[in-house]
């Protein structure tokens, strides 16, 4: 049936349906001067989009081609470029223990990659392929996020290559486990299997996060990534020594803020409160003691855990870092002079 055909019993089929006292219809026993069947539609020029619409289409043609898929084995993931001579960032579970993985880039290509190096203790994994003048995508400062910003996730969730979602940063320094000391970032960007080791951008299209962890319940699941300063921290380390080391102060902590301190007669309202000092730590050795409110590391102001954790960012075993404490009791203000530690390594743990 030709296309004139079926307009014509498409067009009759509505005026049946619709009755024959409307007068829509050709006149079919050949009256010529009736007028022709059809309907006329509106058509404006072109598909309107909004600002924000435009923006994610935007970001997502500059960043996807720099997306990859990683695979090992029958298990995969996704990676992001970060340079143009085949430096890729994904997660530790990604690569697992492997070393090497199979790379499938954006144009089709599938070059063998090296695992350079991987930090399980933040699940971040560096893997290197020979290649140049590769799409990379910038990164951001996730040290400025703002909870309620934009996220976009791209990844390849469920075999489904280069897969674009869309949300908002939900939380920061979010501590769901026992693994990254400095937290996650908390997303409802849809992230399913296959998006781990992906990106998540900001609405510049810069990396603020490597997509890592599900965490799922009955209504649902959210979204976790390693946030892109401390991956960047971690693969700075791999890249320089093919292996991270992490130091501890050797305390745990809980945050101090207005109503903690007026509850319990604090002496300052920000800080963070030493629960427990690790027995042979670097704090012991310096003198830290329960109770005590850490308010400062060298120059930098402790408001909270994250402040802390990104305060040590960075140092290496044998460093000395001045931390400023309020002790209760009349014990006054103090600074003492701490000597880190070396962190323990941490295994690889599977995620989902």
């Known amino acids: 049936m030709n296309s004139k055909t079926n307009q014509i019993v498409a067009v009759a089929a509505a005026a049946g349906a619709l009755g024959a006292g409307i007068g829509i219809g050709q006149n079919l026993a050949g009256d010529r001067q009736a007028p022709r069947a059809g309907v006329v539609w509106a058509q404006g020029g072109g598909t309107v989009r909004g600002m924000e619409e435009r923006n994610i289409i935007r970001v997502a043609k500059e960043v996807r081609p720099a997306v990859v898929s990683v695979s090992r084995g029958r298990g995969s993931g996704s990676g992001v470029i970060i340079s143009e001579n085949g430096v890729i960032l994904t997660n530790a579970h990604v690569v697992g223990t492997a070393d090497t993985v199979r790379v499938q880039l954006a144009d089709g290509r599938q070059p063998q990659g090296r695992v350079v190096g991987r930090d399980p203790s933040v699940d971040i994994a560096v893997v290197k392929i020979d290649a140049q003048n590769l799409p990379k995508a910038d990164v951001a400062d996730s040290d400025q996020l703002e909870i ?104 745990s902590y809980n945050d101090v803020d207005p109503d903690t301190a007026e509850a319990f007669n604090l002496p300052v309202s920000q800080g963070v409160v030493v629960a427990e000092v690790t027995e042979g730590s670097a704090a012991e050795r310096a003198g830290i003691r329960a109770q005590d409110i850490i308010t400062r590391v060298d120059e ?52 989902r």
């Open 148 to 251: 309620g910003q934009a996220a976009i996730a791209i990844g390849n969730p469920l075999g489904l290559d280069r897969t674009v979602t869309t949300g908002v940063v939900s939380a920061v320094s979010r501590r769901i486990d026992e693994g990254n000391s400095e937290g996650f970032i908390q997303t409802d960007a849809a992230i399913n299997p296959g998006n781990s080791g992906g990106p998540l951008l900001d609405s510049s299209g810069r990396v603020i996060g490597i997509n890592s962890q599900i965490l799922t319940g009955p209504g649902g699941g959210l979204g976790f990534a390693v946030p892109i300063n401390v991956a960047r921290d971690a693969a700075n380390q791999i890249l320089a020594t093919g292996r991270v080391q992490r130091v501890r102060l050797g305390v």
């Open 300 to 351: 930098t102001p402790i408001r909270g855990g994250g402040d802390l954790r990104r305060a040590l960012r960075g140092r290496k075993p044998g460093d000395t870092v001045a931390v400023t404490l309020r002790r209760g009791n009349g014990g006054g203000t103090r600074t003492v002079d701490v000597r880190l530690s070396a962190a323990p390594q941490t295994r690889e743990r599977e995620r």
